[in-house]
């Protein structure tokens, strides 16, 4: 039977890029080695971060004065990191769920966090509005997606100062305006590739302003300096990101991706808000295209488990929702087919059918 | 051709584990999905990391007391993270070339630092003896094996502070009494798996000592309570050195490689020492077990380009020395069979016999 892999992440990859990955490691590049066991100062390893760095700024348009970075630790090494090269005195940070939250915790070490506004009132369910965000600040921290909650920031904000990100659920799900932003950060696990990576896009003129003295491993402009060698990178990982960006721009790139992306969350927005058995969690201008939440709808919380075992059965994969909201998350990323969408869809009507 | 991989690592895998990896990325444990897409909260992931962890403990008998973490961002960011969970005031390091340089210097960053013996006067062509360790450090920090200048410290030290060790290339080479360790440290690239995944063996006694408030990912005390699962670990890396330890494992583990290794060395040392064309940069004793320097003995310096162009039609890779070193380094890690060691000796008897 066929899995359908709704999997928040690591979730789903592109076939095709799976199969460029296994080749990989039996033979790199038809040269009789392990993509796994070559040098990474080699100039056939170079040309794989060259093509990356390359698909990177080709499918995000990512203007002159940019460095991207490709870094290990997970992006929660970047909830530290981050202030480390940009908080001087005073960070501003918006509230929309458990990440923003603790990467504003690993800012308070560096200087003062003010959270300018959060949507905690109500299990961060909408993404905050109408807050003032501190000029004095030295950046304002968001993320964009809120993986656990299902909410989403759509639109490119205007900061007053530089604007920060977390973009780790819906990088490359959406064409980004880069240059109303200072940084992008991210693991790759969700639309652009394996665990094992980070991506950090940042603007060169706003690093060197801290006074204090940067360890080496946390210095973007070594990282930048050094074409993110300055220590062995995590290779197998960065491979599978450029072959997952390959695929991204055979498809038709950014702007392809965003109408696939938008047509499954339709799909299946529209089965949750018609189906009498399921009501969406997260206010509806709000809702995320990546992490879609549903839970029972009143009266029929006896039925949640009895509705997990049917869509297992029909092949529904990483479907059941972060503890603290509860129900259902369908993650649906870059690469998660609209066929599998369908099933679900299909698997919520037949549910309905045999038990409303 | 077969070719013989003597990179300094990312280096040679076990064939065996090229196959087990490019296997699980296609379908990992028969489930339908690749170890890429699957959630690191799954059973199936978790028992990854178990059985990594008790790899880990019963190939190097590693005591109760001790914690083996697996986490991202290389063996330079542990240069780092030692000192900000270890250095109160003062930490004592031996430098023995540019990896123990480069971990002294971001100590410096957390504390006062003191080089108690260098060999650099040689450039790094041995191992310092006869050095008084500072009692009154925190901790005593050493390179076990030095990558780029082919020197090695062969035996488990006694310390009277807490000893800290990057072995990072020689890891699993040998048995190592962990007990006389406060920490040892290395990336996974040489002998334990591919690049992307670190690992820290960490005795659980000693942290928490210091003054300062640690960021999260600094702090070896949440990643250990985490299981190396605080936040989403470099999956496929660790599933390669899970694989990679099952191979050491498999083949009679530490004792059965340490004899191999010896073999390995002894046959290219003896040729080296043999050869009327070349001659070994390290004192004798000294000599790595695992990066083998040698240069072009007195007379022949004209013939090290015609020697490299010799060996790799040969087949030989990754035998260029490091730029500080100049010649040929040979690294013969676990990996590598003494087939290709014996391919380089016949290489280097053919180069005398026509040219000397």
Not at 195 to 206: C, K, L, M, P, S
Request: hydrophobic letters at 40%.
């Amino acid at each position: 039977m066929k899995k359908h892999n709704f999997g928040a992440g690591p979730c789903i990859l592109p076939q095709s890029v799976l199969a460029a990955a296994a080749a990989a490691i039996k033979d790199f590049n038809g040269i009789g080695l392990s993509v796994l066991e070559i040098s990474h100062r080699t100039k056939d390893w170079e040309a794989v971060m060259d093509e990356c760095r390359a698909l990177w700024k080709e499918l995000l348009n990512i203007p002159d004065g940019y460095q991207v970075l490709f870094l290990g630790g997970g992006a929660s090494m970047q909830f530290m990191q981050v202030p480390y090269n940009l908080l001087n005195k005073k960070a501003a940070y918006l509230d929309t769920g458990v990440w923003a939250n603790k990467a504003a915790k690993e800012a308070k070490l560096f200087g003062e966090v003010e959270i300018v506004a959060s949507s905690k009132d109500k299990n961060y369910t909408y993404i905050p509005k109408g807050y003032t965000i501190s000029k004095d600040a030295d950046y304002f921290h968001i993320t964009t997606n809120n993986t656990i909650y299902g909410s989403e920031i759509h639109e490119d904000m205007d900061s007053p100062i530089n604007l920060v990100a977390d973009m780790s659920s819906d990088i490359m799900s959406r064409p980004v305006d880069v240059s109303k932003y200072a940084l992008i950060y991210g693991g790759a696990q969700k639309n652009v590739g394996p665990a094992g990576v980070t991506f950090v896009i940042v603007r060169e003129d706003i690093l060197g302003k801290v006074d204090r003295t940067l360890p080496s491993m946390m210095d973007y402009r070594i990282h930048a300096k050094e074409g993110s060698m300055y220590n062995t990178p995590p290779v197998i990982s960065i491979f599978i990101m450029k072959e997952t960006l390959k695929w991204l721009k055979s498809i038709g790139g950014v702007p392809e991706i965003q109408k696939r992306n938008i047509a499954k969350a339709e799909l299946l927005y529209d089965e949750i808000d018609r189906n009498k058995m399921f009501v969406g969690t997260v206010n509806t201008e709000d809702r995320s295209l990546m992490n879609i939440c549903f839970v029972m709808a009143e009266g029929y919380g006896d039925k949640e488990e009895a509705f997990m075992e049917f869509a297992k059965k029909a092949g529904m994969v990483g479907i059941k929702g972060h503890r603290s909201v509860g129900g259902f998350r369908a993650s649906t990323y870059n690469a998660l087919p609209i066929e599998s969408v369908q099933a679900m869809v299909d698997c919520m009507k037949e549910f309905e059918k045999q038990n409303a």
